[in-house]
């Protein structure tokens, strides 16, 4: 069963300050997700306002975890642009999306060479094969 921040953290001397300033801490028994860094977009946008850009333009910024990621194993970009990179990767006939069908047209892509492992993506739920199971 996951446990994740059930309890206030306590941090060792001094780790406090590795928190990142732009990212606010969440209370207790709130769960994180990814906001796609939403603090640097900020930044990014604050940085495009101070150069004048028009506020209609597409900012361009990098998350953190794309930009850590040695291999590229991440990508992040306009799936808009056909040239970008992750619209390239996107049409790879390995790439998938979790719960395609449900039609919510999900912008994240995954990559998987094993055929199992995009069909599992658009798999029903095990609850749901029991329930079809016991109706049967
Ligand atoms: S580092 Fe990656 S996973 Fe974490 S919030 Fe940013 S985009 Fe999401």
Not at 19 to 29: F, H, I, S
Not at 89 to 111: C, H, Q, V
Not at 115 to 121: D, H, K, L, T
Request: proline residues 10%; contains cysteine; glycine residues 6%.
């Amino acid at each position: 069963m996951p446990a994740f921040n059930w309890w206030d953290p306590a941090w060792p001397a001094g780790m406090e300050k590795t928190l990142n300033p732009d990212v606010t801490p969440r209370m207790r028994g709130v769960v994180e997700k990814c906001n796609f860094c939403h603090g640097r977009w900020h930044a990014a946008k604050q940085r495009a306002a101070a150069e004048g850009k028009p506020d209609t333009e597409p900012v361009q910024y990098l998350p953190a975890c794309a930009e850590a990621c040695p291999t590229k194993a991440i990508q992040f970009g306009d799936l808009n642009d056909p040239a970008s990179a992750p619209a390239v990767a996107a049409r790879n006939g390995n790439s998938f999306r979790m719960l395609e069908k449900l039609n919510t047209d999900p912008k994240i892509y995954y990559r998987s060479k094993r055929e199992w492992v995009r069909q599992i993506a658009n798999a029903p739920h095990p609850a749901d094969t029991r329930k079809e199971n016991l109706r049967g």
